[in-house]
């Protein structure tokens, strides 16, 4: 073997294994960012609604005369923190009982659903299914913690 075809076999084993091992181990950092990005927007969402909520609550409290602590300023600044709460930003770098009644927990659901689905190899049809399943059960919890609040 000559001295070129000894290193093109060494390249190709020794790097075959390094390459094939932390790619799967990626996947949990892709889905980190994935959830990071999604939770920016909607973090971007929440703010493009807040700026003209305040502003219109601040006018009407200050029109009616509406203490600071109580009027329709303070509730929607209340609303924005209890939004900024439960979409837990940061929550990469949170343990799991402080995920529990978040954003994350919903998300960790649907990423249970899809782990779930690729295993058995049926991601289409079923998928589709299961996350429009849990979705709802989503929109369920959100509802009710809403109606909770509420009363």
Same mark, same amino acid.
């Given at each position: 073997?000559?001295?070129?075809?000894?290193?093109?076999?060494?390249?190709?084993?020794?790097?075959? $294994?390094?390459?094939?091992? $932390?790619? =799967?181990? =990626? !996947? $949990?950092?892709? !889905?980190?960012?994935?959830?990071?990005?999604?939770?920016?927007?909607?973090?971007?969402?929440?703010?493009?609604?807040?700026?003209?909520?305040?502003?219109?609550?601040?006018?009407?409290?200050?029109?009616?005369?509406?203490? $600071?602590? =109580?009027?329709?300023?303070?509730?929607?600044?209340?609303?924005?923190?209890?939004?900024?709460? !439960?979409?837990?930003?940061?929550?990469?770098?949170?343990?799991?009982?402080?995920?529990?009644?978040?954003?994350?927990?919903?998300?960790?659901?649907?990423?249970?659903?899809?782990?779930?689905?690729?295993?058995?190899?049926?991601? *289409?049809?079923?998928?589709? *299914?299961?996350?429009?399943?849990?979705?709802?059960?989503?929109?369920?919890?959100?509802?009710?913690?809403?109606?909770?609040?509420?009363?």
């Amino acid at each position: 073997m000559t001295e070129t075809s000894q290193t093109k076999q060494l390249v190709r084993t020794t790097t075959a $294994p390094a390459i094939a091992e $932390p790619t =799967r181990s =990626r !996947w $949990p950092l892709i !889905w980190a960012v994935g959830v990071f990005q999604l939770k920016l927007l909607v973090e971007g969402l929440k703010d493009i609604a807040l700026f003209p909520l305040s502003m219109v609550a601040a006018g009407i409290d200050l029109l009616a005369g509406n203490s $600071p602590e =109580r009027g329709l300023f303070a509730t929607v600044l209340r609303a924005g923190r209890g939004f900024e709460n !439960w979409v837990n930003l940061f929550a990469a770098i949170e343990t799991e009982q402080q995920r529990k009644s978040s954003l994350d927990a919903h998300l960790d659901q649907v990423e249970q659903v899809l782990r779930d689905q690729a295993k058995r190899e049926d991601l *289409t049809a079923r998928a589709r *299914t299961a996350v429009d399943d849990a979705l709802k059960a989503i929109a369920r919890a959100q509802q009710q913690q809403g109606d909770a609040k509420s009363d």
